[in-house]
């Protein structure tokens, strides 16, 4: 009910269906996003209790279908912050646990970078090769864990000049460079990803009643 206050149902499954398929989510991912979905739903619950707007016919389904849109959706579809806004304001997300730093592969070097990394880092200059799947682009010889995170301190060696890709987890870019899109990088085990689906779903979930109670 809540969700297709915002969006036309057929337009969102549309828009679930390309996504899906231009990221070609293999099964791994949607388990992790399935987790995903469940944790943030039981914080949700926790913000905006059921009890509460129960009167007025909001469901545990009406969250669950927020969260998905939340995933998908920028906010400014609804005159809302950006995911890079909302990222912005709170780095506290972050717990420093390094999961994003040891699991992902490869870590992207964007071309425009790259003399500016080594200029502040020359040890670099052999650890760099190019990126086979973006040929003009560069990545991390080694990663998974990255080379450059200490496992005993949780943090990065050479956080101060560290790749855009790492500055801006856990969104990323994806498509090229003609109609490159800000996605979430969905993991469940990523505090800064579940708290920033959580924000999104707070936001579309008040701005739902709020349509709503305009109807009545």
Known sequence: ML???????????????????AEDWNDNAKLETNILERNVLKLLRKKRSLKKYKK?????????????????????LFQGPSNSELASLHPEWCNHC??????SSPIFIHKDELNLLIMFNPRLD????????????????????????????????????????????????IGNED??????????NCNYATRLIL??????FDEAVKRL????
């Open 3 to 21: 969700r297709n206050l915002l969006i036309d149902k057929d337009l969102f499954e549309n828009i679930q269906k390309k996504i899906l398929e």
């Open 56 to 76: 007025i016919g909001v469901n545990r389904n009406d969250l669950k279908e927020l969260i998905e849109l939340a995933e998908i959706t920028n906010l400014e």
């Open 98 to 103: 390094g999961i994003c730093c040891s699991e």
């Open 126 to 173: 052999t650890e760099i090769i190019a990126n086979e799947y973006y040929p003009e682009h560069f990545r991390f010889k080694e990663d998974k864990p990255c080379k450059f995170h200490n496992d005993e301190t949780k943090r990065c060696k050479i956080y101060d000049s560290r790749p855009q890709v790492c500055r801006h987890y856990p969104l990323m870019m």
């Open 179 to 188: 109609r490159a899109r800000n996605i979430i990088n969905l993991r469940y």
């Open 199 to 204: 924000e999104k779903s707070i936001i579309l």
């Open 213 to 216: 109670d305009k109807k009545k």
